[in-house]
């Protein structure tokens, strides 16, 4: 018993849920507070950042028309590669699952590799 509940307070999650609004920003509504184990911020912290604020440079673009072509087609779900920056400044790169609900989008951020870190592209 004590080693599974060793176990368990040592595990960090791999993934975090995000919801986003439709405008052009995708600003972010929420997300859970599995975002601390994946990139460092507190999800008070994550809210404060915009979604683009938060991407790698070279990301923008794909994730903008992704985001764009989701919404004005209805899409039931898309999935893309980005890189989210973490907390400490490196570049975590990340699975992104998205799904339209409602009004709403409906995000799975998974990191692909927990223990790559990309410096800090200046």
């Known amino acids: 018993m004590a080693t599974s509940e060793s ?35 507190t999800p008070e912290e994550f809210l404060q950042v915009t979604t683009y604020g938060i991407l790698h440079p070279d990301d923008h673009e794909p994730a903008s028309v992704t985001h764009r072509e989701h919404v004005l087609n209805d899409m039931i779900a898309t999935q893309i590669v980005l890189r989210f920056k973490a907390k400490d400044g490196s570049y975590v790169a990340t699975t992104s699952f998205f799904s339209l609900c409602y009004d709403f989008i409906i995000n799975c951020t998974t990191v692909v590799d927990p223990a790559a870190r990309c410096p800090l592209v200046s």
């Open 7 to 41: 176990s368990r307070s040592t595990f960090k999650a791999n993934n975090f849920i995000s919801i986003h609004d439709l405008t052009p920003e995708g600003r972010t509504l929420w997300v859970s507070s599995s975002v601390t184990d994946c990139l460092g911020y």
